[in-house]
Protein backbone atom coordinates (compact mmCIF):
# COMPACT_ATOMS: atom_id res chain seq x y z
CA UNK A 1 0.00 0.00 0.00
CA UNK A 2 1.29 3.49 -1.38
CA UNK A 3 1.63 6.22 1.27
CA UNK A 4 -0.39 9.35 0.88
CA UNK A 5 2.56 11.23 -0.25
CA UNK A 6 3.29 8.66 -2.82
CA UNK A 7 -0.23 8.73 -3.60
CA UNK A 8 -0.69 12.54 -4.06
CA UNK A 9 2.36 12.27 -6.74
CA UNK A 10 0.78 9.52 -8.34
CA UNK A 11 -2.46 10.97 -8.70
CA UNK A 12 -1.20 14.89 -10.33
CA UNK A 13 0.97 12.74 -12.63
CA UNK A 14 -1.71 10.79 -13.71
CA UNK A 15 -4.18 14.37 -13.95
CA UNK A 16 -1.80 16.28 -15.61
CA UNK A 17 -0.76 13.40 -18.54
CA UNK A 18 -4.24 12.76 -19.14
CA UNK A 19 -5.85 16.38 -20.42
CA UNK A 20 -8.38 16.21 -18.38
CA UNK A 21 -9.90 12.99 -19.30
CA UNK A 22 -9.80 11.28 -15.94
CA UNK A 23 -12.99 11.16 -13.73
CA UNK A 24 -13.37 9.50 -9.93
CA UNK A 25 -13.83 6.12 -10.93
CA UNK A 26 -10.63 5.77 -13.68
CA UNK A 27 -8.08 7.73 -11.29
CA UNK A 28 -9.27 4.71 -7.98
CA UNK A 29 -9.13 2.07 -10.82
CA UNK A 30 -5.35 2.80 -11.74
CA UNK A 31 -4.22 3.43 -7.76
CA UNK A 32 -5.83 0.93 -6.50
CA UNK A 33 -8.12 3.06 -3.84
CA UNK A 34 -11.09 3.77 -3.32
CA UNK A 35 -13.19 6.55 -4.80
CA UNK A 36 -13.74 8.52 -1.18
CA UNK A 37 -10.01 8.29 -0.84
CA UNK A 38 -9.56 9.82 -4.33
CA UNK A 39 -12.00 12.88 -3.36
CA UNK A 40 -10.13 13.14 -0.18
CA UNK A 41 -6.64 13.20 -1.41
CA UNK A 42 -7.90 15.59 -4.53
CA UNK A 43 -9.48 17.93 -1.69
CA UNK A 44 -5.57 17.75 0.27
CA UNK A 45 -3.48 18.49 -3.24
CA UNK A 46 -5.87 21.93 -3.61
CA UNK A 47 -5.20 23.00 -0.20
CA UNK A 48 -1.62 23.22 -1.13
CA UNK A 49 -1.92 25.80 -3.65
CA UNK A 50 -2.07 22.79 -7.08
CA UNK A 51 -5.54 24.09 -8.96
CA UNK A 52 -7.14 21.04 -9.45
CA UNK A 53 -10.40 21.68 -11.77
CA UNK A 54 -13.16 20.16 -12.36
CA UNK A 55 -15.03 19.67 -15.53
CA UNK A 56 -18.90 18.30 -16.09
CA UNK A 57 -19.50 17.49 -19.97
CA UNK A 58 -22.44 17.60 -21.87
CA UNK A 59 -23.65 14.05 -20.72
CA UNK A 60 -22.83 15.02 -17.25
CA UNK A 61 -18.99 13.02 -16.61
CA UNK A 62 -16.96 14.91 -14.50
CA UNK A 63 -13.18 14.66 -14.91
CA UNK A 64 -10.41 16.48 -13.57
CA UNK A 65 -7.66 18.36 -14.82
CA UNK A 66 -4.71 20.22 -14.25
CA UNK A 67 -2.08 22.73 -16.57
CA UNK A 68 1.35 21.35 -16.70
CA UNK A 69 2.19 24.70 -16.11
CA UNK A 70 0.73 25.16 -12.85
CA UNK A 71 3.58 23.30 -10.90
CA UNK A 72 5.72 26.42 -11.02
CA UNK A 73 9.28 26.34 -12.75
CA UNK A 74 12.12 27.06 -10.25
CA UNK A 75 15.50 29.02 -10.98
CA UNK A 76 18.41 27.30 -9.69
CA UNK A 77 22.29 28.54 -9.61
CA UNK A 78 24.90 26.43 -10.02
CA UNK A 79 25.78 26.01 -6.71
CA UNK A 80 21.99 25.13 -5.80
CA UNK A 81 22.02 22.53 -8.49
CA UNK A 82 25.25 20.85 -7.86
CA UNK A 83 23.98 20.55 -3.82
CA UNK A 84 20.78 18.61 -4.87
CA UNK A 85 22.08 16.78 -7.12
CA UNK A 86 24.58 15.72 -4.75
CA UNK A 87 21.92 15.15 -1.97
CA UNK A 88 19.80 12.54 -4.25
CA UNK A 89 22.71 9.77 -2.92
CA UNK A 90 20.75 10.24 0.06
CA UNK A 91 18.36 8.39 -1.28
CA UNK A 92 19.60 5.21 -2.45
CA UNK A 93 19.59 2.97 0.37
CA UNK A 94 15.39 3.33 -0.35
CA UNK A 95 15.45 2.36 -4.48
CA UNK A 96 12.83 -0.10 -4.77
CA UNK A 97 10.67 1.62 -2.11
CA UNK A 98 7.71 3.66 -2.05
CA UNK A 99 10.40 6.44 -0.60
CA UNK A 100 13.07 5.82 -3.12
CA UNK A 101 10.47 6.33 -5.48
CA UNK A 102 9.03 9.43 -4.22
CA UNK A 103 12.56 11.04 -4.05
CA UNK A 104 13.21 9.76 -7.55
CA UNK A 105 10.18 11.41 -8.54
CA UNK A 106 11.03 14.53 -6.53
CA UNK A 107 14.59 14.57 -8.23
CA UNK A 108 13.18 14.15 -11.43
CA UNK A 109 11.37 17.39 -11.44
CA UNK A 110 14.20 19.03 -10.05
CA UNK A 111 16.08 18.19 -12.58
CA UNK A 112 13.60 19.18 -15.41
CA UNK A 113 13.45 23.06 -13.94
CA UNK A 114 17.19 23.12 -14.63
CA UNK A 115 18.34 24.97 -17.81
CA UNK A 116 20.78 24.08 -20.32
CA UNK A 117 23.71 26.56 -19.07
CA UNK A 118 23.07 24.22 -15.51
CA UNK A 119 23.05 20.77 -16.86
CA UNK A 120 26.42 21.49 -18.65
CA UNK A 121 27.78 22.42 -15.49
CA UNK A 122 26.32 19.12 -13.34
CA UNK A 123 27.54 16.92 -16.48
CA UNK A 124 31.27 18.02 -16.18
CA UNK A 125 31.28 18.55 -12.12
CA UNK A 126 28.96 15.15 -11.03
CA UNK A 127 31.54 12.84 -12.51
CA UNK A 128 34.39 14.76 -10.33
CA UNK A 129 32.81 13.51 -6.99
CA UNK A 130 32.71 10.56 -5.24
CA UNK A 131 30.91 9.97 -1.96
CA UNK A 132 31.35 6.87 -0.02
CA UNK A 133 28.24 5.13 0.87
CA UNK A 134 27.63 2.55 4.20
CA UNK A 135 24.11 2.29 5.37
CA UNK A 136 21.04 -0.12 4.66
CA UNK A 137 19.46 -1.97 1.45
CA UNK A 138 15.51 -1.61 1.75
CA UNK A 139 14.84 -3.07 -1.53
CA UNK A 140 13.52 -6.73 -0.15
CA UNK A 141 11.45 -4.21 2.90
CA UNK A 142 9.66 -2.17 1.09
CA UNK A 143 6.25 -3.92 1.84
CA UNK A 144 7.46 -3.51 5.84
CA UNK A 145 8.39 0.33 5.13
CA UNK A 146 5.12 0.87 3.37
CA UNK A 147 3.23 -0.74 6.52
CA UNK A 148 5.25 1.17 9.14
CA UNK A 149 4.61 4.30 7.21
CA UNK A 150 1.22 4.13 7.09
CA UNK A 151 1.28 3.23 10.86
CA UNK A 152 2.97 6.55 11.41
CA UNK A 153 1.09 8.70 9.12
CA UNK A 154 -2.70 7.28 10.53
CA UNK A 155 -1.81 6.42 14.10
CA UNK A 156 -2.78 2.84 13.21
CA UNK A 157 -1.47 0.02 15.67
CA UNK A 158 1.21 -1.90 14.03
CA UNK A 159 2.19 -5.49 14.22
CA UNK A 160 5.67 -6.42 13.50
CA UNK A 161 7.85 -9.70 13.30
CA UNK A 162 11.32 -8.40 14.65
CA UNK A 163 14.70 -10.38 14.94
CA UNK A 164 17.15 -8.67 17.14
CA UNK A 165 20.83 -8.73 17.28
CA UNK A 166 20.17 -10.07 20.78
CA UNK A 167 17.47 -12.95 20.29
CA UNK A 168 17.86 -16.08 18.34
CA UNK A 169 14.35 -16.04 17.28
CA UNK A 170 11.67 -13.73 15.87
CA UNK A 171 9.66 -12.27 18.10
CA UNK A 172 5.91 -11.28 17.41
CA UNK A 173 4.28 -7.95 18.99
CA UNK A 174 2.25 -4.51 18.01
CA UNK A 175 3.73 -1.66 17.84
CA UNK A 176 2.79 2.19 18.37
CA UNK A 177 4.72 3.97 15.29
CA UNK A 178 5.60 7.30 16.70
CA UNK A 179 8.07 8.37 14.06
CA UNK A 180 11.00 7.09 11.30
CA UNK A 181 14.69 8.04 12.04
CA UNK A 182 17.29 7.50 9.85
CA UNK A 183 20.87 7.39 10.82
CA UNK A 184 23.96 7.30 8.50
CA UNK A 185 21.72 5.28 5.56
CA UNK A 186 20.13 3.23 8.40
CA UNK A 187 16.00 3.58 9.07
CA UNK A 188 14.98 3.23 12.62
CA UNK A 189 11.16 3.10 14.33
CA UNK A 190 10.59 5.03 17.18
CA UNK A 191 7.59 4.16 19.06
CA UNK A 192 5.68 2.63 21.82
CA UNK A 193 5.92 -1.30 22.52
CA UNK A 194 2.76 -2.35 24.03
CA UNK A 195 5.13 -5.85 25.23
CA UNK A 196 7.35 -3.65 27.06
CA UNK A 197 5.04 -0.68 27.88
CA UNK A 198 8.18 1.87 26.89
CA UNK A 199 9.41 3.73 24.47
CA UNK A 200 11.36 1.80 21.85
CA UNK A 201 13.56 2.02 18.68
CA UNK A 202 13.79 -0.76 15.84
CA UNK A 203 15.52 -0.69 13.14
CA UNK A 204 13.74 -1.11 10.12
CA UNK A 205 16.36 -3.97 8.28
CA UNK A 206 15.64 -6.53 11.45
CA UNK A 207 11.29 -6.05 10.79
CA UNK A 208 10.56 -9.53 8.71
CA UNK A 209 7.26 -8.43 9.03
CA UNK A 210 4.93 -5.58 9.42
CA UNK A 211 0.93 -4.59 9.05
CA UNK A 212 -1.00 -1.70 10.09
CA UNK A 213 -3.85 -2.84 11.52
CA UNK A 214 -7.50 -0.59 11.91
CA UNK A 215 -6.90 -0.27 15.55
CA UNK A 216 -5.98 3.76 16.04
CA UNK A 217 -3.81 4.80 19.13
CA UNK A 218 -3.15 7.82 20.11
CA UNK A 219 0.22 9.77 19.71
CA UNK A 220 1.49 11.66 22.92
CA UNK A 221 0.41 15.22 22.03
CA UNK A 222 4.27 15.81 23.70
CA UNK A 223 6.03 13.22 21.99
CA UNK A 224 8.86 14.87 19.89
CA UNK A 225 11.32 12.31 18.53
CA UNK A 226 14.13 14.80 18.60
CA UNK A 227 14.18 15.58 22.10
CA UNK A 228 13.44 12.17 22.55
CA UNK A 229 16.64 11.03 20.93
CA UNK A 230 18.86 13.92 21.80
CA UNK A 231 20.50 11.61 24.49
CA UNK A 232 21.33 9.58 22.22
CA UNK A 233 24.61 9.15 20.79
CA UNK A 234 23.65 8.01 17.48
CA UNK A 235 19.76 6.54 17.87
CA UNK A 236 19.82 4.42 20.96
CA UNK A 237 18.50 6.61 23.91
CA UNK A 238 17.94 5.81 27.41
CA UNK A 239 16.33 7.25 30.62
CA UNK A 240 19.19 8.36 32.99
CA UNK A 241 21.26 11.64 32.34
CA UNK A 242 25.00 10.67 32.07
CA UNK A 243 28.19 12.66 31.21
CA UNK A 244 31.19 10.88 29.21
CA UNK A 245 34.35 12.48 29.52
CA UNK A 246 37.04 10.79 27.33
CA UNK A 247 40.48 11.53 26.83
CA UNK A 248 42.04 11.46 23.08
CA UNK A 249 45.70 11.45 22.40
CA UNK A 250 48.22 11.34 19.10
CA UNK A 251 45.60 11.86 15.52
CA UNK A 252 42.72 10.97 17.86
CA UNK A 253 42.90 13.67 19.47
CA UNK A 254 43.06 15.95 16.24
CA UNK A 255 40.46 13.76 14.86
CA UNK A 256 37.40 14.82 17.33
CA UNK A 257 38.54 18.64 17.61
CA UNK A 258 37.47 18.57 13.41
CA UNK A 259 35.07 16.52 13.55
CA UNK A 260 31.27 17.23 15.62
CA UNK A 261 30.01 13.69 16.79
CA UNK A 262 27.24 15.06 19.09
CA UNK A 263 25.28 18.28 19.83
CA UNK A 264 26.47 17.96 23.40
CA UNK A 265 30.08 17.66 22.39
CA UNK A 266 32.08 19.87 24.50
CA UNK A 267 36.26 20.40 23.74
CA UNK A 268 37.37 20.51 27.42
CA UNK A 269 41.23 21.07 29.04
CA UNK A 270 44.05 19.65 26.18
CA UNK A 271 47.78 20.12 25.45
CA UNK A 272 49.79 19.51 23.01
CA UNK A 273 48.74 16.27 21.47
CA UNK A 274 46.10 15.50 23.90
CA UNK A 275 42.85 16.75 24.33
CA UNK A 276 39.60 15.98 26.86
CA UNK A 277 35.91 15.97 25.36
CA UNK A 278 32.56 15.39 27.16
CA UNK A 279 29.34 14.41 25.91
CA UNK A 280 26.00 14.36 27.15
CA UNK A 281 24.11 11.33 27.03
CA UNK A 282 21.21 9.26 28.37
CA UNK A 283 22.73 5.81 27.09
CA UNK A 284 26.38 4.51 26.46
CA UNK A 285 25.63 1.31 24.34
CA UNK A 286 26.43 3.32 21.00
CA UNK A 287 29.31 5.70 22.48
CA UNK A 288 31.25 2.68 23.96
CA UNK A 289 31.54 1.29 20.29
CA UNK A 290 33.25 4.26 18.87
CA UNK A 291 35.45 4.83 21.67
CA UNK A 292 36.75 1.21 21.34
CA UNK A 293 37.35 1.77 17.44
CA UNK A 294 40.02 4.29 18.80
CA UNK A 295 42.20 1.41 20.45
CA UNK A 296 44.37 3.22 22.98
CA UNK A 297 44.47 6.23 21.78
CA UNK A 298 40.99 7.05 23.88
CA UNK A 299 41.15 6.30 27.90
CA UNK A 300 37.31 6.77 29.24
CA UNK A 301 37.78 9.25 32.31
CA UNK A 302 33.83 9.29 33.69
CA UNK A 303 31.80 7.93 34.23
CA UNK A 304 33.36 4.72 36.08
CA UNK A 305 30.97 2.41 34.93
CA UNK A 306 31.73 2.47 31.39
CA UNK A 307 35.62 3.03 32.00
CA UNK A 308 34.89 -0.51 33.72
CA UNK A 309 33.13 -1.45 30.86
CA UNK A 310 35.53 -0.66 28.03
CA UNK A 311 38.59 -2.24 30.22
CA UNK A 312 36.82 -5.73 30.49
CA UNK A 313 36.52 -5.60 26.79
CA UNK A 314 40.23 -4.84 26.37
CA UNK A 315 41.10 -7.30 28.33
CA UNK A 316 39.12 -9.66 26.99
CA UNK A 317 40.43 -8.84 23.57
CA UNK A 318 43.58 -8.54 24.57
CA UNK A 319 43.10 -12.75 25.99
CA UNK A 320 41.60 -13.64 22.24
CA UNK A 321 44.99 -12.72 20.63
CA UNK A 322 47.33 -13.98 23.01
CA UNK A 323 46.15 -17.28 22.54
CA UNK A 324 47.53 -19.49 19.45
CA UNK A 325 46.05 -18.44 16.33
CA UNK A 326 42.93 -20.91 15.14
CA UNK A 327 43.28 -22.45 12.00
CA UNK A 328 41.71 -21.37 9.11
CA UNK A 329 38.29 -23.25 8.23
CA UNK A 330 39.48 -25.45 5.01
CA UNK A 331 36.26 -24.81 2.32
CA UNK A 332 34.35 -28.11 2.10
Known amino acids: MATQSDRHSKLVRLIILSDGDQDVDSLATQLSISVKTIRRDIAAIRKVGLPIEERTSEHGRKTYWLRRDAIPQIKFNYDEAFALMICQHAAEPFVGTSLGEAAANAFEKIRVAFGPVEKRYLDQMLPRVHRSFVGGDYTDHSEVLDAVSIGIEESRATFIVYHSARSTEPVTYDIHPYALAEHRGTLYVVGFSCHHNEIRTWKIDRMLEAEATQVPFSRPKEFDVKQHLRGAFAIVSGNTPVAVTVRFTGSAA ?27 LTSTLEIKSWILSFGSSAEVLSPESLRDEIKQELQSASSLYAESRTPLMEPK
Open 254 to 280: RYVQEKRMHPSQKIGAHSGATVDVTFD
